[in-house]
């Protein structure tokens, strides 16, 4: 979304939100492990769950937040 390709390669990517204030892109991606959280391509969460959806940044862009379906 930034023009920049992502390096790793993820089994599906859902829903990718853009933040215009820092030009970061958040988005749900399934490894073989199940569901994280990705940061311009990278996972932010070193938990896994069956699901993630609803990936938000806070008001001031800073944080990052979803809503996960427990192991």
């Not at 979304?1 to 990718?16: H, I």
């Not at 939100?17 to 569901?35: I, L």
């Amino acid at each position: 979304m930034d023009g920049n390709l992502w390096t790793e390669t993820f089994l599906c990517v859902w829903e990718p939100v853009f933040n215009m204030q820092s030009a970061e892109v958040v988005a749900a991606v399934k490894t073989g492990k199940g569901w994280t959280l990705a940061l311009n391509g990278k996972p932010v969460w070193d938990r896994y769950f069956p699901q993630v959806w609803g990936q938000r940044y806070s008001p001031d862009g800073k944080r990052i937040a979803a809503v996960v379906a427990p192991v």
